[in-house]
């Protein structure tokens, strides 16, 4: 995970960033546009990913986000990250989702991360519609 360790961008957490990046990049080979603490409605999102954005791969601050990057028309994926898991990460998703598809973006996944999470929350995203991505699964 250290090779995905970086300053923090805008106003995030290193580690937590770290655990989106390592997806983006492992499985999304990096590409398009990865934008931080995107501000929407008062909240700042973790992360959005503009998978039809800029042909390379770019990462990018969240300033200003809503006027270079509007959501409206757009597929885009919501990450969110605790280091964590929490019954808070999910409902914070949850909020967050609907937020961005009241945007009007083409919502095609939120996917909530963490580095450690146990089997009844993971479920409890699962079952709520969240995708999760975890380092490492906590013994129960």
């Not at 479920?123 to 129960?140: D, E, Y």
Request: with cysteine.
């Amino acid at each position: 995970m250290d090779r995905y360790l970086k300053h923090p961008v805008s106003n995030g957490v290193a580690r937590e960033q770290a655990l989106i990046r390592r997806w983006w990049q492992e499985k999304q080979q990096g590409t398009e546009v990865l934008v931080w603490e995107y501000y929407l409605e008062g909240c700042f999102l973790d992360a959005v990913w503009f998978p039809q954005g800029v042909p390379f791969g770019q990462e990018t601050p969240g300033k200003q986000a809503p006027d270079r990057f509007p959501l409206a028309g757009q597929p885009v994926v919501l990450c969110e990250v605790k280091l964590k898991f929490t019954p808070e990460l999910i409902g914070q998703a949850l909020t967050y989702r609907q937020f961005v598809l009241e945007a009007g973006a083409e919502l095609l996944d939120t996917v909530v991360f963490s580095e450690t999470a146990s089997a009844p929350l993971i479920r409890a995203a699962q079952n709520l519609g969240l995708t999760v991505a975890v380092a490492q699964k906590a013994q129960q």
